[in-house]
């Protein structure tokens, strides 16, 4: 009778699932969170670089016709065909280098060069791919109506590799985000998410919120790959609006 006449006290009271019970203390965990924002930062540095050298490369490839152009391009490539400890060695024996010259040290920094390398290589294939499809008429009729370089980059050649620069992003960002082995050889101290989950894997009291943690980073990774691939099956949209600028204008 007391424990019908008080339910907070009675032993048949409704209590939260396992995995409500390990999700919310995933939640809870601040080390995860703040292992994840480290992630997140070094996902959006590495693609900001991967963005401003692999659209630039994709450029002076496309561009310029001249001897070596095919070697450039297979260099380019190479970071991306290479094992990730072959890379994560390499890099970890150049920091090491530059710590005994410059004073270099690892960081978050280490961890976004590291990551750049290849990304670069997803943002330039995509760029590239996207720069061979676009026919040159349009920057030529861009220029015959008087357009200078800046606008014919703007109303032209940007509109038509925007999405191919958007999914070499969304891509560059999810390859960054759950990286793990290039991550240890240059992070140091530094911890992400992927290497957060891979220090508490072995650790039998945190694996199932290893394994809720490792769910979520599925989920977040599994988006940009999917955001990437329906933008580069959209074809109209922001190239006709660059084919707009340049149409020839009605005689009076």
């Known amino acids: 009778w007391p424990a019908a006449l008080h339910p907070a006290r009675s032993p048949c009271r409704a209590r939260p699932g396992p ?99 290849f990304c670069v290589v997803v943002v330039y294939n995509n760029v590239i791919a996207r720069l061979r499809r676009t026919s040159t008429s349009l920057v030529e009729a861009s220029q015959d109506l008087g357009a200078d370089g800046l606008q014919t980059f703007r109303y032209v050649i940007f509109p038509s590799i925007a999405t191919a620069l958007m999914a070499g992003g969304l891509l560059a960002f999810a390859l960054s985000f759950d990286e793990i082995i290039v991550t240890n050889f240059t992070s140091g101290t530094e911890i992400t998410l992927p290497k957060w989950i891979f220090n508490n894997l072995r650790l039998p009291n945190q694996r199932p919120v290893v394994n809720v943690v490792a769910t979520v980073l599925l989920i977040l990774s599994f988006l940009p790959v999917y955001l990437a691939q329906r933008l580069t099956q959209e074809s109209g949209g922001l190239t006709g609006a660059g084919r707009a600028v340049v149409a020839p204008q009605p005689t009076e």
């Open 19 to 117: 995995a409500a019970r390990w999700c919310g203390a995933a939640l809870n965990n601040q080390e995860g969170r703040a292992d994840l924002l480290t992630a997140a930062r070094a996902g959006l540095g590495a693609t900001t670089i991967a963005l401003l050298l692999g659209s630039r490369a994709a450029f002076a490839v496309r561009r310029f016709r001249c001897v070596g152009r095919e070697t450039v391009s297979f260099f380019l490539i190479l970071p991306l065909a290479l094992p990730g400890i072959v890379t994560g060695m390499a890099l970890n024996s150049t920091i090491n280098l530059g710590g005994q010259l410059i004073g270099l040290s690892f960081s978050l920094w280490t961890i976004i060069i590291g990551h750049a390398t």
